[in-house]
């Protein structure tokens, strides 16, 4: 059965260090994978997908993501966090080939402190 | 300005008594869907709409109507509202599907609705 679990529902880190999110997904066919951000009020917006091109997405706001498929990962990362980062993160996968399912996960909550 | 509106935004209500959320896009998305969102769960499908008067279930559908009489509005129903549909609703619509699927591509969201059923 398709799954995606996110590894962490909170996760704190200093401005200026390394942000790391864990997505796992189980799936088998090549899936789609997403990660959407929810600010504080708001609803979610797309930070960066994977549709089986490049195997390293760039998204907004400097986030990254790496599709590995002998790891069935699909990690967030930035390099240096702010402030504005502050939020919850979800993973979201999507089997390809005329299934009609996309899961998300349960979420991470980015705490950023100075 | 491109968006996807709710309404309302915050609604206290009691149980058994009907209630309708309205949701509209104006980026001409055939494929639009309604969500709920609970503390350590995520976000579950409650029903999606392909395009004008082709709706269908999705994973937690028990307790919600919904109908798509125009492209634009997609309107969910509560009409016995229950103390376990105290939750955090999200409309979004998407302009494409994945290649060969039901599924969208990138979704556009709302900015929720956070209902309260006492």
């Known amino acids: 059965a398709q799954s995606v679990t996110q590894l962490g529902s909170h996760v704190s880190v200093s401005e200026g260090a390394l942000v790391l999110l864990r997505c796992n997904y189980s799936s088998s066919v090549p899936p789609y994978l997403f990660w959407y951000v929810q600010y504080p009020n708001q609803g979610l917006q797309l930070l960066l997908k994977?549709?089986?091109?490049?195997?390293l997405v760039k998204g907004i706001n400097g986030f990254e993501a790496e599709f590995k498929k002998s790891e069935t990962s699909f990690h967030l990362t930035k390099p240096s966090a702010h402030m504005s980062d502050a939020a919850e993160y979800f993973c979201?996968?999507?089997?390809?080939?005329?299934?009609?399912?996309?899961?998300f996960g349960a979420g991470t909550r980015l705490a950023v402190h100075p | 300005e491109a968006q996807v509106t709710q309404n309302p935004r915050y609604l206290i209500t009691v149980t058994g008594k009907k209630l309708t959320v309205t949701c509209s896009q104006n980026?001409?998305?055939?494929?639009m869907s309604w969500y709920r969102q609970d503390p350590g769960l995520g976000l579950r499908q409650i029903y999606y709409?392909?395009?004008?008067?082709?709706?269908d279930k999705g994973d937690v559908p028990e307790g919600y109507k919904v109908s798509r009489k125009e492209k634009r509005n997609f309107p969910l129903i509560l009409e016995s509202p229950s103390p376990n549909q105290t939750s955090l609703y999200f409309c979004?619509?998407?302009?494409?599907?994945?290649?060969?699927?039901?599924?969208?591509?990138?979704?556009?969201f709302g900015p929720g609705t956070r209902l309260t059923v006492l």
């Open positions: 994977y549709t089986s091109a490049a195997t």
């Open positions: 709409s392909m395009n004008v008067e082709v709706t």
């Open positions: 980026m001409n998305h055939e494929y």
């Open positions: 979004a619509s998407s302009p494409s599907l994945l290649a060969g699927g039901r599924v969208p591509d990138t979704q556009y």
């Open positions: 979201a996968v999507s089997l390809s080939g005329g299934y009609n399912k996309l899961i």
